[in-house]
């Protein structure tokens, strides 16, 4: 029961992180329909930035946890933010209302160039960071067992709700929500009402973006190391994420990212950790196969 | 912050050297902040703990910021002339996309003209390049370097057509192209190595067994659409992949395979000192023994492969299999209501293209002697489905320019070692911003009932 709840924890954790990601894709996907495949990438530079930024605040004396805590936040947003629009802008924009594959393949394109630029900048080698939040709750001591809840993992959840909330609220309630909405159902007819198509998709890239890059700073707080390859495995996780919880759905990102966080996590605790990728991608074909629009999705309706 | 950055103009200013330079200060200013966390500081110093420090680099952010700078300013300044030159000739485009890529787009390319020759130019071409493929180990220049350099490419250029069948053909988005041709190259080497078999009794077993796993693999899946379909086959390639790191007994994990058996010229192997009781390719032939005759087998067994794929699918494409397939990639409805079964279709696209793959794996398998479960990662079916899309969806000529040109110019490349790839995906990216259809265009379906109207 305890390493049962143990799990829990830990899968939440992962999974908020994953829903993180799984945000950029389902909203990129949503308005313009392309799978976004540099997105994982955004969040790898993501975690660079936030590392850097946290070796800087350290550099410059700033050494109040909370308070760094929340400076590298936004640092790391805003300047992935600026990675998130220029890949829209070089890569994407040009190629709106072309056919189906260019998008695709420019982003693949893009994934290998940031991957490899990020290796030239930095280096190839894996960076290690001490803990930064260490400390935690233990719970249901006894047995030789005990439930621990860490700080860090408190704070993961706990940004991640915020996070989510204020993001349904400004898709739900905001013009600017409004305007991506609309996009998403036509964009003609949106472009003939007034609306700045091109603006509203890249402020939905750098949307996606500053998410990722939260995502970014607490993979590399949970784990510890980062290296200029965890964007892709990350990347295809959340990607994965998005359309189990029906792609294009907002809600259905998150919990698409919170079952494959627990899936991972369960089927590494109670089955085997070689084959916990497998069980992703399993539960993933299996929930093609049988509800192929995902969770939360809504059924696709064939016009002719 | 991040919201302000997207107010900058989309389109570079018409005129007035004030705008031009507005324009491009806006740029430097963007890849100031793009430069600057990155370029600007490097993590140095590893190891445990307090150790790591940033080494700060601010030469790398001026010079990229100045080069942001000037290189705006020069493509602002030739966008300029280039739309006088086109206002000359009365050909303003409509206002509608980006005038970047209009601009180049309307200037007289090597694709264009090739799609806009007729036939029998196309065909010249294809001769020639097929002559030059024959002759290719004759010429004096090609060194051993350059004859290695033609097999890898020969690879992609079949890879490329085999897949092409899937993508080009049935219009099926395939990421997990790689796992079939990891299929083909575990089944050579196990079935070589444990039942002693040779690589051309081995080549139609791989094959098949290729296609039996895209068949597995296939059944399930196939009547999801679009990107479902291609995450799905991404999926698959990872799970392959992931097996094959895992599976100890059966595939040594990540340690891979050795040792695999070389081909043999019928029976006469490529050896200098030949095992007792055979006779050695040189011997038979009574030839000086170089290193270079094995490779040159190689390079044919490659052609010949590639060859036949090529002249399968032209073949295939006139089949009701193969128009059933154009027919389903461009409107699958119909294709229902005309009682085609979409589902066995595109399982026979699927099927054939796994065999080719397959072919292409043992071929892999006998050429390096050695196989691990890196060499099948999802780069590589990026790459293959990336010659399909650069070269032009369907067009047979187009995956052989885009092969040699991405496989073969990234290749001259290689002492800057970590620049390659780094230059492969730029490329990548480029060419789709510069021609969005592919180097040739996009193949129309084999037959059409009336001809094609203006539109697009």
């Not at chain 1, 004396?61 to 600026?82: E, H, K, Y």
């Not at chain 2, 097929?130 to 079949?158: E, H, N, S």
């Not at chain 2, 009701?320 to 399982?347: F, H, M, Q, Y």
Request: glycine letters at 12%; charged letters at 15%.
């Amino acid at each position: 029961m305890e390493y049962f709840l143990q799990q829990l924890i830990n899968g939440v954790t992962l999974g908020a992180i994953y829903g993180l990601i799984a945000i950029g894709y389902t909203m990129v996907y949503g308005i313009i329909g392309m799978i976004n495949f540099a997105h994982g990438e955004i969040f790898m530079i993501g975690a660079f930035i936030s590392f850097i930024a946290f070796l800087l605040l350290g550099a410059l004396g700033i050494t109040f946890v909370p308070l760094a805590l929340l400076l590298v936040l936004l640092l790391a947003m805003v300047f992935t933010s600026v990675y998130g629009w220029t890949v829209e802008r070089l890569a994407y924009r040009p190629l709106r209302g072309s056919f189906r594959l260019a998008p695709l393949i420019s982003a693949i394109g893009m994934s290998i160039f940031l991957q490899n630029y990020v290796q030239v900048l930095q280096g190839a080698r894996v960076k290690p960071l001490q803990p930064v939040v260490t400390g935690g709750f233990q719970m249901f001591k006894g047995d030789g067992f005990a439930v621990s809840f860490s700080y860090l993992q408190i704070v993961i959840i706990l940004v991640t709700v915020v996070l989510m909330a204020s993001f349904s609220l400004l898709i739900g309630r905001t013009a600017l929500g409004r305007a991506q909405r609309a996009c998403e159902q036509d964009r003609v007819m949106t472009a003939l009402l007034g609306i700045d198509v091109d603006r509203t998709i890249s402020t939905t890239f750098v949307m996606g973006a500053a998410l990722a890059a939260v995502a970014g700073l607490m993979f590399m707080l949970y784990y510890g190391v980062i290296d200029f390859y965890i964007g892709f495995l990350a990347g295809i996780k959340a990607f994965t994420a998005a359309v189990l919880g029906g792609i294009g759905s907002l809600p259905g990102a998150m919990l698409g990212g919170l079952l494959i966080g627990l899936i991972e996590t369960f089927w590494s605790a109670y089955f085997s950790i070689e084959y916990k990728d497998v069980a992703a991608y399993s539960i993933l074909v299996l929930v093609l196969i049988f509800r192929p629009t995902g969770l939360l999705g809504k059924p696709e309706i064939e016009k002719v | 912050m991040a919201a302000e950055t997207a107010d900058t103009p989309q389109h570079p200013p018409q005129d007035g050297i004030a705008a031009i330079l507005k324009d491009a200060g806006i740029a430097a200013l963007i890849s100031l902040a793009l430069a600057l966390p990155l370029f600007g500081f490097r993590i140095v110093g590893f190891g445990s703990g307090r150790g790591l420090a940033l080494e700060e680099r601010w030469d790398w952010v001026v010079t990229a910021v100045l080069a942001v700078f000037a290189g705006r300013i020069a493509l602002n300044l030739w966008l300029r002339r280039f739309r006088a030159v086109l206002a000359i000739g009365g050909r303003v485009g409509d206002g509608v996309g980006d005038k970047i890529g209009q601009a180049v787009a309307a200037a007289p390319r090597l694709g264009r003209i090739l799609q806009a020759a007729k036939p029998a130019f196309r065909i010249a071409v294809a001769g020639a390049l097929l002559a030059v493929a024959l002759a290719w180990p004759a010429f004096p220049f090609v060194d051993r370097y350059l004859l290695d350099l033609g097999v890898i490419v020969l690879t992609y250029v079949m890879l490329g057509w085999g897949l092409n069948i899937v993508v080009g053909l049935a219009g099926l988005l395939d990421l997990g192209y790689v796992a079939f041709y990891a299929v083909g190259a575990y089944s050579y080497a196990l079935l070589a190595l444990h039942f002693d078999l040779g690589f051309w009794e081995c080549l139609p077993l791989a094959g098949a067994f290729a296609a039996f796993f895209g068949i597995v693999l296939g059944f399930p899946v196939l009547r999801l659409r679009g990107d479902y379909l291609a995450i799905v086959t991404l999926g698959f390639g990872e799970i392959i992949r992931i097996i094959l790191i895992n599976w100890y007994p059966v595939t040594n994990g990540p340690n891979g395979i050795s040792g695999i058996p070389r081909p043999s010229f019928f029976g006469l192997p490529f050896a200098a000192d030949p095992p007792e009781g055979t006779v050695a390719f040189h011997q038979f032939f009574g030839l000086e023994y170089a290193s270079t005759q094995r490779i040159a087998f190689l390079y044919y067994v490659i052609l010949a492969l590639a060859l036949v794929t090529n002249l399968f699918t032209l073949r295939i494409r006139r089949l009701p299999v193969g128009r059933a397939w154009e027919a389903l990639r461009e409107d699958e409805i119909a294709c229902r209501s005309l009682g085609i079964n979409p589902r066995n279709t595109k399982l026979t696209a699927f099927a054939i293209g796994a065999m080719f793959a397959g072919f292409g794996g043992s071929f892999f398998a006998t050429r390096q002697g050695f196989i691990s479960p890196e060499s099948f990662s999802f780069i590589e079916s990026a790459i293959i489905l990336a010659i399909v899309v650069l070269g032009g969806m369907g067009s047979q000529l187009g995956v052989v320019l885009a092969a040699v040109l991405l496989i073969g110019v990234t290749e001259f490349f290689r002492e800057l070692e970590q620049f390659r790839m780094l230059a492969f995906g730029a490329g990548m990216v480029a060419i789709m911003v510069w021609r969005p259809r592919g180097l040739l265009a996009h193949r129309d379906p084999t037959i059409r009932l009336h001809a094609r109207g203006e539109k697009a």
